[in-house]
């Protein structure tokens, strides 16, 4: 501000002395004005000056690009042709025209002058600056190779900038081997070299699809070839660090390099939390308040990320009324994220009443912000109401990231009619081709059963990627159908990563085919696999299911950390060969190791204490899963304890249990006591529970079979045959049973 009033003065001075006709002097103040940022002055002087020469036209073309009136430079250009025959376009005023196309993204007007570049002589072959803005307007409208033409066919590429604007644009479109192969060309060419304005371009590449060792090598080449460490190339390398999930290295960067500024502190806030150490940003985050550069918005965006759970609430709370303190309240993306904090630390209620207070600004990222939260917080009816609330608005449209979460959330909770309708309307929009939204719609069908369905969207998939297929084996996998995920892992045209390993795991263990998991484990071993957790505990699964209990605890044995997942398929291990003893031992292990046990481990416990005959351990560790551990019993665990009771033939016991239960047990839990009352022949007490389940459950095939055999046992074949006739009368059908034996060809 200090600049401009001083540069008035001096125009005031050359008015009073009657140098306004002088025309150097009035583009310099053109000149000025603009980057002052005072164009209308620059426009004034521009229409007041009697002659107009070039350096004129540029002075203001150039200042209109430099403010962001990229259309008035058009409108300049247009006029300069159109009253100025004695005054020629130059390659300045070319360039700054074709800049504005850039800004501007119109691909037609750029190519046109193009075209009246090189009628006037100004070949971007030789001029270097027209080139260069040739170069970055065919990068910012996606056309690569009209860039890569101009960019291989200038005549003197030692300017960096025109290495620089290639490699930002092959980053830019997520050219990665386009850009790291300009870049190798780039340091084989001696007349040119890469600058930190190169390697800030090639960063972010790195970042965004966690070339983790390529990141190196590029920190590595700053290192050895001594470069001026500056913050943004500093800041850069954090971010890449961070986000390839090597929090340690940008920590050491952040901690022993000098120069920081609100982004460094920015980067690193965010790294931490990106990285699942809400603690240590939330330190950093105190630290930088105290002793730091002014907190912005992003600050408090880096910050909000790390309240992911009802453990961080009241921190998430005191940040929100930070935000309103410092004047943010207003703020679109402060509010969004906000509102997915709410939605993570489980109120829902804050998160709502957030998106009432700016319905009437709100759009498609605030409405998928709550629909997303939702979604991933298991709220999926709220997400439901949220997404109709943006159906109603018409100016809203749903983008990929909507039907993804939708798609999720119908898959959840197997809401078949509403999924199909979503299915349609994606095949209605642009959206439907996108990649993402066809592995949800995959993932969505498979959950419903229709794996058909799925079927047909994973085949007619334009560009399947891998967690296009990870989702179809896993499909198959979920359904039961391990021999077609074994097939179709067979034509896999990606390395597979440990996802897909993981489903391939779980279908070889459906099929009961050593063979098949043995030749997995063998491919673990070569691919790089082994440490994963995941995979080594699905291994523990597959092996005890397979008959090779020893294989799977020796696994379970050298994990370098244990889960708690890989805890509870241990027990449940156990629990399945009949080891229910070792099933208690390896809990005591559990509890003694910190682990905080889950459902899960409850429902793996009592299965054990049941097929073991340890009815008084299984009463013991139910009780004590409400009281001394703080796990609410579910449904799973009913039919635990009822089949635990029931195979002791304590079914007097079950089922007062059964009633007793509030609110009203589930009909899996009955059909656990009719199964006990099956096998140890209670005809009274099963007619009861039989009446009670069709009642609740008249379609369910093997409940009448259960009764069936319960009346053929004891001899009562004319009940018997009534329950065969309500039975054929439904048109029932039982799946029938089958087993598998694993021919080893060879």
Sequence with gaps: MNELKQGRIVHGLSLKDGMDSDCFLCNAFIDMYAKCGDLNSAECVFECMDYRDSSSWNSMMSGCVYNGYTEKCLSYFKDMGLFCGDVRADNLSISCTISACSSLGVLHC?????????????????????????ISLYLQCGETEDAECVFRGLIHKD??????????????????????????????????????????SILPLCAEFNLLYEGKSVHGFIIRRGMRFDLSLKNSIMDMYCKCHNHKAAELLFTTTPGSDTVTWNTMIAGYSQNGCSIEAQALFQEFLCSGPPCNVLTLLAILSSCDSPEEFQFGKSIHSLQIKLGFSNNFLATNALMYMYSNCGDLVASLTLLQGISAVADVVSLNTVIVGCVQNGFCYEALKAFNQMRSRSHIEPDS???????????ELELVSEGRFLHGLALKSPTGSDVRVRNSLITMYSRFGDIEGATSVFTTTPYPNLCSWNCMISGFAQNKNGRSALELFHHLPYVPNEFTIVSIISASTQTGSLRHGKQIHCFVLRSGFLWNLFILTAFVDMYSKCGRLDVAIRIFKDLPEKSIASWNCMLSAYGFHGHGREAIKLFNELCESGARPTKSTFISLLSAC???????????????????????????????????LGRAGRLAEAYKFIEGIQPQAE????????????????????????????KIDPENAGYYVSLFNIYAADGRWSDAMDVRRMFDNRMLRKAPGYSLIDVCSG
């Design 610 to 644: 049941s097929h073991s005959g340890l009815v008084e351990e299984g009463c013991l560790y139910y009780n004590l899963m409400s009281t001394g551990f703080g796990v609410e019993p579910t449904t799973e665990h009913h039919v635990c304890f009822v089949d635990l």
């Design 110 to 134: 750029g190519q046109t002058i193009h075209g009246f570049a090189i009628k006037l002589g100004y070949e971007e072959t030789t001029h270097i600056s027209v080139g260069n803005t040739l």
């Design 159 to 200: 300017d960096v900038v025109s290495w620089n604007s290639m490699i930002r644009g092959f980053a830019i479109q997520s050219m990665i081997l386009e850009a790291f192969s300009l870049l190798y060309e780039m340091q084989l060419t001696r007349s040119v070299h890469p600058d930190s304005v190169t390697l800030i």
């Design 667 to 694: 009909l899996s839990v009955w059909g656990a006591l009719l199964s006990a009352c099956k096998y140890h022949g209670y005809v009274k007490m099963g007619e009861q529970v039989g009446e009670h389940i069709f």
């Design 401 to 411: 990231i909507t039907l993804v979460s939708m798609l999720s959330a119908c898959g």
